[in-house]
């Protein structure tokens, strides 16, 4: 079955800070890749996407991430944090021909001032 | 609608009662996702319905839980003879098609007494 890991489960880290947040999958044929994020008190929502090309992706809010096939990841980046960047991130994938997207256990990002 | 709505948004019931939630998804999405996201959990896949498709159940956790889709349209997800362990917060998501993203309503907490 497929799955998706993310190996930090809380992270913290001061404004302007780099973040980088990682993302495992374990399908070894075609997959469509996201990243969602669940700001305090809102619902989730879509922040990038990979379905095919280029592998170095850009999102909203000066979020990218890279799909490295050799590796099974997609991790995510962002070169300067901001306090209002503090929130949940879910990594998140869609295999094959399903239809069923399948989270990860999330990271809980914390942005000090 | 403009967006995915769930109700109640919060609903506090007593151990052994029967629960319904109701998801109204985003007009002319054809798929319409159950997850429900416990603490440090991340999300878990409950069920699937596309189209006219047999729904995929394969993520319901017992045979207390069933969930319908009427008219392709709104789904109730319903929980009979809760239990302490199903408080979570469950979230329903609807899209187009397999190459879109899934949009996420606020969801519906529940606590379960």
């Known amino acids: 079955a497929q799955s998706v890991s993310q190996h930090n489960h809380h992270v913290i880290l001061s404004e302007a800070a780099s973040l980088e947040l990682g993302c495992n999958y374990s399908y070894g044929g075609t997959v469509n890749l996201f990243w969602y994020v669940q700001y305090p008190g809102q619902h989730l929502q879509l922040l990038l996407k990979?379905?095919?090309?280029?592998?170095l992706v850009k999102g909203i809010k000066g979020f990218e991430a890279e799909f490295i096939k050799s590796k099974f990841s997609f991790n995510l980046r962002k070169p300067s944090v901001q306090w209002s960047d503090t929130a949940e991130y879910f990594c998140?994938?869609?295999?094959?021909?399903?239809?069923?997207?399948?989270f990860g256990t999330g990271t809980q990002l914390k942005v000090e001032l | 609608g403009a967006g995915v709505s769930q109700s109640p948004s919060n609903k506090v019931t007593e151990k052994g009662k029967d629960v319904e939630l109701r998801c109204d998804p985003i007009?002319?999405?054809?798929?319409l996702y159950w997850y429900r996201q416990s603490l440090g959990q991340g999300l878990e896949f409950l069920i699937y319905f596309q189209g006219n498709s047999a729904p995929d159940k394969s993520g319901l956790p017992s045979d207390r839980f069933s969930a319908e889709r009427t008219g392709g349209s709104v789904s109730t997800l319903t929980i009979q003879r809760t239990q302490q362990e199903d408080s979570a917060v469950y979230l329903c998501?609807?899209?187009?098609?397999?190459?879109?993203?899934?949009?996420f309503g606020q969801g519906t907490r529940l606590t379960v007494v």
């Open positions: 990979y379905f095919s090309g280029d592998p």
């Open positions: 998501a609807s899209n187009s098609d397999r190459n879109t993203e899934a949009f």
């Open positions: 998140a994938t869609l295999t094959g021909g399903g239809n069923k997207l399948t």
């Open positions: 007009s002319g999405h054809t798929a």
